[in-house]
T-cell receptor
Framework: QVQLVESGGGVVQPGRSLRLSCAAS????????MHWVRQAPGKGLEWVAI??????????ADFVKGRFIISRDNSKNTLYLQMNSLRAEDTAVYFC???FGTGYVLDYWGQGTLVTVSS | QSALTQPTSVSGSPGQSITISCTGT?????????VSWYQQHPGKVPKLMIY???DRPSGVPDRFSGSKSGNTASLTISGLQAEDEADYYC??????????FGGGTKLTVL
């Protein structure tokens, strides 16, 4: 079965960087686009970014453009999110999710990793 | 990239039907047939319930249905059951190759 396992979360000071990883198994990883979605404590879902199946294109939500970079290594079945210049408002659980294929449908989700930005 | 508008909460009794609306613009909901709905129980991972406005993934009961008219999409749950109590989020593909979520609706089964 499809499994997505995020890692790399933790407590980080404002202005610092953090890299999240999402290890995929049970699927042909290189066939699917992959997303990052976040959820602040007690709040709703917020889309962060998508990377195409082959890593050739990435698209971002406006609030992370220029600060976050989504990437993937298909040889390692792993998705990444490099987060720079972190702010308190970036505090959230970050989920990776598989793209169904069309229209940005997220059909499999990881359990999430918590990022806390605090001094 | 403004969030789609959902009611904060809805409620219904077991066996009844409820509908959750999701209002966007012509740049997202109204412009594409790529509206999805997700169910999230407290402390759990979101689960895809409806995609492409009205299609159900395998394993989702046919009590769940979706529709769209203009800039507003809707999720209807018929024959409400206790386990349906959860938060529900709509999402839509949006112009600029992005995705936008609704603010979420808390469904209470009375």
């Amino acid at each position: 079965q499809v499994q997505l396992v995020e890692s790399g979360g933790g407590v980080v000071q404002p202005g610092r960087s953090l890299r999240l990883s999402c290890a995929a198994s049970g699927l042909t990883f290189s066939n699917f686009g992959m997303h990052w979605v976040r959820q602040a404590p007690g709040k709703g879902l917020e889309w962060v970014a998508i990377v195409r199946y082959d890593g050739t294109n990435e698209y971002y939500a406006d609030f992370v453009k220029g600060r976050f970079i989504i990437s993937r290594d298909n040889s390692k079945n792993t998705l990444y999110l490099q987060m720079n210049s972190l702010r308190a408002e970036d505090t959230a659980v970050y989920f990776c999710a598989r793209d169904f294929g069309t229209g940005y449908v997220l059909d499999y989700w990881g359990q999430g990793t918590l990022v806390t930005v605090s001094s | 990239q403004s969030a789609l508008t959902q009611p904060t909460s809805v409620s219904g009794s077991p066996g009844q039907s409820i509908t959750i609306s999701c209002t966007g613009t012509s740049s997202d909901v109204g412009g594409y047939n790529y509206v999805s709905w997700y169910q999230q129980h407290p402390g759990k991972v979101p689960k895809l319930m409806i995609y492409e406005v009205s299609d159900r993934p395998s394993g989702v009961p046919d009590r769940f249905s979706g529709s769209k008219s203009g800039n507003t999409a809707s999720l209807t749950i018929s024959g409400l059951q206790a386990e349906d109590e959860a938060d529900y989020y709509c999402s839509s593909y949006a112009i600029g190759t992005t995705l936008v979520f609704g603010g979420g609706t808390k469904l209470t089964v009375l």
